[in-house]
């Protein structure tokens, strides 16, 4: 049997085939737990677990189709958090996640972190050089290790000799001498797209199916499914001083032109539409932040889920309309991140 599409484009639903192939999945419980808050929407359809990523609905015999995914990825310091369809799990993992990783791969290596070791290139006066491993110890120092097979013969001997010399000579290393590469080509485009990914997913895990089926977040599917096309600009913001925070999800009033929802990771900072067409309000984001000018945010912060929570499927229709309010600038709040 194929698993159910689902289309919510219009807040109903429809069936349409899909093939897919996967192998075992023994996490039930997160297919029984998906499959009830899917079922508080009151669409009258068989129990499903709906991927939020593509739509699909998966039976409870198709649950080896499903995979449990990291948010933000495990390369990232993410842990399992939502199940993903593993051909949406495993499409992110090649395609965006390995370019965010590696772009924080080298931040770490500027912070000194410790315990990684980073292909680097060493560059001495006179245009000596050499491929090396750099890593840096937890008391803050930097030892350096010749790879042989990556370097052209006698280059280590010859970079050696060099920085043997300046030290005798009492100048020490040289200046902006080391410089870490990239292990393959990255795009700082389709590593944006894997934090939006992952704020998507943390957001659904919070908020639930009647989140991921409002009708603004289609367009952030699309650009997680897309990542080289620019369908949406100004969902991405780094906040460097924010690097040891605990990950948070905010529901931001304020300032008014960013009422939606900010899911914060760590530096990473990602925002995500909340009642508002997905259109206007990333050109609201865009022209609003385009100066430079630093921004604080406030709102309600949510705690962050330990598993998937589905809060809005399960919330009265009351407390669905709080937290509308408190977007739309009423209701709680509080400083966010």
């Known amino acids: 049997m194929s698993p159910l599409e689902l289309g919510v484009g219009d807040g109903g639903a429809y069936m349409g085939d899909m093939i897919t192939s996967g192998r075992a999945c023994l996490n039930l419980r997160d297919w029984s737990a998906g ?22 609905g998966f039976t409870e015999d ?11 990825p495990r390369a990232l310091g993410g842990r399992r958090l939502v199940l993903t369809c593993r051909d949406c799990n495993s499409t992110a993992g090649h395609q965006i996640d390995s370019h965010a990783a590696e772009i924080e791969r080298v931040r770490d290596f500027r912070r000194h972190k410790p315990g990684n070791s980073y292909t680097a290139h060493c560059q001495a006066e006179g245009g000596i050089g050499a491929n090396v491993e750099a890593e840096w110890s937890a008391d803050g120092k930097l030892s350096i290790a010749g790879v042989p097979e990556t370097n052209a013969p006698g280059a280590l001997d010859h970079l050696n000799a060099e920085l043997t010399r300046r030290w005798r000579e009492g100048r020490g290393w040289p200046t902006s001498s080391l410089s870490v590469r990239f292990r393959h080509q990255v795009s700082p485009r389709r590593a944006s797209v894997s934090w939006l990914r992952a704020a998507y997913l943390a957001a659904f895990a919070s908020l639930g199916y009647r989140y991921a089926f409002r009708k603004e977040v289609d367009l952030v599917r699309k650009q997680i499914q897309q990542p080289d096309i620019c369908l949406i600009k100004s969902f991405y913001q780094e906040a460097p001083d ?18 939606g929802l900010a899911v914060q990771m760590g530096e990473h900072l990602v925002l995500l539409p909340y009642g508002d067409d997905a259109v206007s309000y990333y ?3 865009r022209c609003a932040g385009g100066d430079g000018t630093p921004v604080t945010f406030a709102g309600k912060a949510l705690p962050w889920p330990e598993r998937a929570e589905f809060r809005l499927d399960y919330a009265l229709p009351s407390e669905r309309a709080l937290y509308a309010k408190i977007v739309n600038g009423g209701g709680e709040t509080g400083n966010a991140r």
């Not at 499959?35 to 593509?54: D, H, K, N, S, T």
């Open 35 to 56: 499959a009830e808050a899917f079922a508080q929407l009151g669409l009258g359809l068989p129990r499903y677990y709906v991927c939020p990523l593509c739509l699909r």
């Open 62 to 72: 198709q649950a080896p189709l499903l995979t449990r995914e990291h948010v933000p």
């Open 242 to 259: 924010a690097t040891a925070s605990e990950p948070a999800i905010v529901l931001l009033n304020q300032p008014h032109w960013a009422c």
């Open 283 to 285: 050109q609201r984001l």
